[in-house]
Structures are given as structure tokens and as C-alpha cells.
């Protein structure tokens, strides 16, 4: 007896491989935000043996985003144009390396130098990731699926921070750095066996790809690669619902990184905390964040399923992640240990939420550019890590106090929420005129 195709597919087993790439994703960003927060817990004892004062340090914190932000829209285009698999792999080995080289570090000038490379390496991670969940997770996955790589960076900040804490206790702040930077170059190894496209993976059959396909995944999106153009980010860069979000990724990233460079030195100087207690007190606000982002993902994709527009299915918990990370400034208030840990892990829970932003880029761009699109995205987020860590910096040299810091930061998360609420009007795909299609 015959059977037809339409038949055999109703009877074939769907693989599930994508859920694969996802475990992936999340150990890879938990490396990433790793490697990249190591300078801030070893920041309290390097910046003495080193003899850097509050500016300098603010200096070599932003290193690492000067050409991470700047470094975001070549690394999409590359990301379009040769794939996801090699362009972050190799990423991710350098990194991991250069993190690994500044245990050796002997001055202010090498470490800005090693951080400048490590963030033009980590460039092409978070439009990566994006480019990724959005080829292998249809729409009702999505929310969920971003959220999970995305809350992988407050996972491994809220296990790692004490532990590099306790390295860096009993055997210095150049163990950090060696024992980060390892963790990522084992890590590569791994990316390059499990990682590839939906189409080329060999794991995944042609009923996933389908069920990805039908529920409006972009299973195909690296099947005709188009040469990448200016026009293209000029027609990103004026369409009014793109600029609120990049905004808003601007705002959101402001408490990230103020989170990831000035914390642990504000709780050593600020509150008076032994750099074991802020070891373990600074991954409380990080488990926060990871809850957060999870409950966010799984908000978004619940209000879809039950029949709530794109629109207030992915802007909901995003609005409310703002509005309710902004009471960090309630710190200012209390001299209490717990209080403030309260407030941070309130704080820092909300921006788990509000870190389903990154739906938006795989929901609203064009299918075609979604690298490049998630590059400048994130060079908008990544601008507050250029811009971040010298503020605070030049704010405490001038108050001796983090008081105005924590200020600036509340005020500019409201700002973010304003741009969802009065510029980010509807959610829907950013279609590519015919002519940017060759």
C-alpha cells in the first residue's frame, strides 16, 4: 500500500533538536556575562595592586564596550552573511582567550587593551543568539525560548559571583580571569559539535523544520544570504518603531551595567561589605534577574496563546520590567544590608523582565537582516556600557557618594518605559522593499 507524503508526515515524529540549541545558547551567555562581570569582582583588590584610581577604573570598565557597541553592526552583517555557527564559535574561543590573558595583566594600559578585545569578540553574541532562537522557535516559542538565553547571564553571574569571589580571596584576582577564560575556551569546543542551522543540522528531521516554518519560525532565513547594503540600515534606523526600541534598549542597559562594573565596589565602599559578603550578597540581585527574565518570557507567550495581540503580549512585561527596575533608588535610603539586597533583587528581577525585549528583534525585523538589525539593536543597549561606567565614575570622584549614581540610573529606566508606551506603537514584521531584496 502507497502512503503519500501529506500522510507520512502526519505519522513522523517531530525531532526536538532546537531545544538542543537553546542549552547551548544558555551555557554560552552564562560564559559571556562570566568573562565579562570577572573584572568587576576582581576590580576592589586589582585596582590597588595596580594603583588605579575610580576614573581610571571607569576607563578600563568601558573598554570593553567601546568596541563592543561600535563593533555590533559589522558583526550582524557577518553574522547574515556567513552564519551564526562560525562567526560566534570563533567568537566565543577568542574571548574566552583574551579573558584567560588578563590574569597576566601589569598596568592600566594592557588591561584596556585586553578588554577592548574581548569586547570586539563577544560582538556578534547577543545578535547571535537572536539570529538563532529566531531561525529555530516558531512565535509561540519565542518569548519563552529568548527568555531562557537570556536570563542565562544572571544564572551564571547569580552561581559564579561568589565562586570567583572565594578564587579571588584565596588565591588572588589574577585566578578569576584564568578560570573564566577556561570555562569559555572548553566551551567552543562544544558550540562547533552541536550548533548549526535548522536546514544543516543533523540531528533535526523535516517535520521540525516544518512545525518551525508553520508556526512562523524562520527556519529558511539563511537559505539565499542578500548582500547587505546601507539601505538597509537606514530603512531600520528611520522606521519609528525600531528607534523606540533601540531607546529603550539604551535605558535598560544602563542598570546592567552598572550592575556588571560598579556593584561589587559599591558595596565594599558605599556599604562597608567584606568582598566575601559582596561575593555572595551581589548574586542575589542576578538570581533575581533569572527568575525575572523566565517569568517575563513565559508572561508574553502565555498573553499570546490567549489570544492578546503581538503588541501586548511582548510589550506587557517588558513596560512593567522598566517602571518597577527604577526603584533602585530606593537604596539610597537605608543603611541595611538586607534592605538594600531587597531593592537590588527587586530591581534587578523587574530588568529580568524587561529583557524580553529581544523578542521584538526577531519579531519585527525583516527576516532576511535579522543580524544586522540585532547589531543595532544592540549597539543602542551597548552605548550605556561606554557611557555607564565613566558617568558613575566621574559622579563618585566628584559626590564620594553613588547617591546622584543611582538617581541618573531610575530616572533613565523611566525613560525607557516612556519609549514602549509613546513611540513603540504596533509589533509587526518590518517587510524589505523589492529592491533591497537583491
Not at 501529506?6 to 556575562?33: D, G, H, P, Q, S
Not at 523566565?294 to 508574553?300: E, N, Q, T
Not at 525585523?365 to 558617568?391: C, D, M, Q, R, Y
Request: contains cysteine.
Amino acid at each position: 500500500m502507497s502512503v503519500n507524503m501529506k500522510e507520512l508526515k502526519v505519522f513522523t515524529k517531530k525531532t526536538n533538536a532546537r531545544y538542543m540549541i537553546l542549552t547551548i545558547l544558555f551555557i554560552t551567555t552564562a560564559i559571556n556575562y562570566i568573562d565579562r562581570s570577572a573584572l568587576s569582582v576582581a576590580a576592589p583588590l586589582m585596582s590597588k595592586d595596580l594603583q588605579l584610581d575610580a576614573v581610571s577604573l571607569g576607563i578600563a570598565f568601558s573598554a570593553f564596550n567601546w568596541a563592543y557597541a561600535f563593533l555590533q553592526i559589522p558583526s550582524g552583517w557577518m553574522l547574515d552573511r556567513f552564519g551564526a555557527r562560525v562567526v560566534y564559535g570563533v567568537g566565543l574561543f577568542v574571548w574566552s582567550l583574551f579573558t584567560f590573558f588578563q590574569g597576566w595583566t601589569s598596568g592600566f594600559l594592557m588591561l584596556f587593551v585586553l578588554r577592548f578585545i574581548v569586547g570586539i569578540a563577544e560582538a556578534p553574541s547577543f545578535p547571535g543568539n537572536s539570529r538563532l532562537t529566531a531561525m529555530w522557535f516558531p512565535q509561540n516559542e519565542r518569548g519563552r525560548a529568548v527568555s531562557v538565553y537570556n536570563s542565562a547571564q544572571y544564572f551564571g553571574l547569580a552561581l559564579f559571583t561568589p565562586v570567583l569571589a572565594l578564587l579571588l580571596q584565596k588565591y588572588g584576582w589574577h585566578m578569576t580571569f584564568f578560570v573564566a577564560g577556561a570555562a569559555g575556551i572548553v566551551a567552543s569546543f562544544f558550540w562547533f559539535k552541536h550548533i548549526y542551522e535548522p536546514k544543516k543540522h543533523p540531528k533535526a528531521n523535516q517535520a521540525e523544520i516544518d512545525y518551525i516554518l508553520e508556526g512562523g519560525g524562520l527556519a529558511n532565513a539563511g537559505d539565499k544570504p542578500i548582500k547587505i547594503r546601507w539601505a538597509h540600515a537606514k530603512l531600520l534606523l528611520t522606521n519609528r518603531q525600531m528607534i523606540g526600541i533601540y531607546i529603550a534598549q539604551f535605558c535598560l542597559n544602563t542598570i546592567v551595567w552598572f550592575f556588571l562594573t560598579w556593584f561589587p565596589t559599591y558595596l565594599v565602599q558605599e556599604k562597608h561589605m567584606s568582598m566575601l559578603k559582596v561575593g555572595f550578597m551581589a548574586s542575589l540581585p542576578y538570581a533575581g534577574a533569572f527568575l525575572g527574565g523566565i517569568v517575563g518570557g513565559y508572561i508574553s507567550d502565555w498573553l499570546l496563546k490567549r489570544g492578546k495581540s503581538l503588541g501586548v503580549a511582548r510589550k506587557t512585561p517588558i513596560i512593567i520590567g522598566f517602571l518597577f527596575s527604577s526603584i533602585i533608588v530606593l537604596a539610597n535610603y537605608t543603611s541595611s544590608a538586607a534592605l538594600i539586597m531587597l531593592i537590588m533583587s527587586v530591581a534587578f528581577f523587574a530588568k529580568g523582565m524587561a529583557g524580553a525585549t529581544w523578542t521584538l528583534v526577531g519579531d519585527m525585523s525583516p527576516k532576511e537582516i535579522i543580524g544586522l538589525s540585532g547589531g543595532i539593536f544592540n549597539t543602542s543597549g551597548n552605548l550605556a556600557g561606554i557611557v555607564i561606567p565613566i558617568v558613575v565614575g566621574y559622579i563618585l570622584s566628584t559626590t564620594h557618594s553613588f547617591s546622584a549614581a543611582l538617581f541618573f540610573i531610575g530616572v533613565v529606566l523611566i525613560i525607557g518605559a516612556l519609549s514602549y508606551i509613546f513611540i513603540v506603537n504596533k509589533v509587526e514584521r518590518l517587510e524589505l522593499p523589492p529592491e533591497l531584496l537583491e
